[in-house]
């Protein structure tokens, strides 16, 4: 997703006066993994990921699909409006490891590998979405950041679905006009399960063959519950 030139990224980075984070989508073994570095990584269970995307996809405006697609250096086939329903795109996007996006279940897993590195941490948005005030301490513990109990009310209120889908159209310039009604399309339901009401059993059932087929087993477990069995 090479939407903006490298060197600006660049730029905005070495521009920064707090601690300098970025965000990626790529997998573990494609990052230039760096001690100096943590990092988090946020998984969902895919069949959440294909209603997200569902909705960005079917939302994204012609210029940002035009800026996608159009970008020099852009890897693998160019992104479009769906032109089918989200059980179709589910499957679609099943058959075809969430192709024209990035990998998915070999990025999962590339994570997994690495989690027991002492500057990874793994999230999942099943717990951010449970306890979510704990996570941001988790977070914070692993970030060496003390917590201005001062600020906890409204750190919490600021991470929450309602604060966010509120003041969507602030949270970025560069992608404020990139969906149909602005950033608040983007910040869409923050639930989880909608595939619930579409899928029939064959087809969660699909979906499970190929998470272990993919995936270690504790991998898997991880992915759809955001609970580790060395926990237990």
Same mark, same amino acid.
């Given at each position: 997703?090479?939407?903006?030139?490298?060197?600006?990224?660049?730029?905005?980075?070495?521009?920064?006066?707090?601690?300098?984070?970025?965000?990626? %989508?790529? *997998?573990?073994?494609? #990052?230039?993994?760096?001690?100096?570095? +943590?990092?988090?990584?946020? !998984?969902?269970?895919? /069949?959440?990921?294909?209603?997200?995307?569902?909705?960005?996809?079917?939302?994204?405006?012609?210029?940002?699909?035009?800026?996608?697609?159009?970008?020099?250096?852009?890897?693998?086939?160019?992104?479009?409006?769906?032109?089918?329903?989200?059980?179709?795109?589910?499957?679609?996007?099943?058959?075809?490891?969430?192709?024209?996006?990035?990998?998915?279940?070999?990025?999962?897993?590339?994570?997994?590998?690495?989690? %027991?590195? *002492?500057?990874?941490? #793994?999230?999942?948005?099943?717990?951010? +979405?449970?306890?979510?005030? !704990?996570?941001?301490? /988790?977070?914070?513990?692993?970030?060496?950041?003390?917590?201005?109990?001062?600020?906890?009310?409204?750190?919490?209120?600021?991470?929450?679905?309602?604060?966010?889908?509120?003041?969507?159209?602030?949270?970025?310039?560069?992608?404020?006009?990139?969906?149909?009604?602005?950033?608040?399309?983007?910040?869409?339901?923050?639930?989880?399960?909608?595939?619930?009401?579409?899928?029939?059993?064959?087809?969660?059932?699909?979906?499970?063959?190929?998470?272990?087929?993919?995936?270690?087993?504790?991998?898997?477990?991880?992915?759809?519950?955001?609970?580790?069995?060395?926990?237990?």
């Amino acid at each position: 997703m090479r939407v903006l030139p490298l060197e600006e990224v660049m730029a905005t980075l070495k521009a920064q006066t707090h601690r300098r984070f970025m965000k990626t %989508h790529l *997998p573990a073994d494609a #990052l230039r993994f760096s001690p100096k570095a +943590k990092y988090l990584y946020l !998984g969902r269970d895919g /069949r959440d990921v294909v209603w997200s995307w569902y909705n960005h996809l079917s939302n994204m405006t012609p210029e940002f699909f035009d800026m996608l697609n159009n970008t020099p250096g852009r890897v693998g086939p160019p992104m479009e409006r769906p032109t089918v329903d989200v059980r179709q795109f589910f499957h679609d996007w099943l058959d075809n490891d969430a192709s024209p996006a990035w990998p998915y279940w070999s990025n999962i897993q590339s994570w997994w590998d690495v989690r %027991h590195a *002492p500057n990874v941490q #793994l999230l999942h948005f099943n717990n951010l +979405k449970a306890d979510m005030p !704990g996570e941001i301490r /988790r977070i914070a513990a692993f970030l060496d950041i003390d917590i201005d109990e001062s600020r906890w009310p409204a750190i919490v209120e600021h991470c929450g679905f309602d604060y966010m889908k509120e003041h969507a159209d602030s949270l970025s310039a560069t992608f404020k006009d990139a969906f149909e009604g602005g950033l608040k399309t983007f910040i869409y339901k923050g639930t989880n399960n909608r595939w619930r009401d579409t899928l029939g059993p064959e087809e969660i059932q699909k979906y499970e063959d190929a998470a272990a087929t993919n995936l270690t087993p504790a991998c898997a477990h991880w992915l759809a519950t955001g609970s580790s069995p060395e926990a237990s």
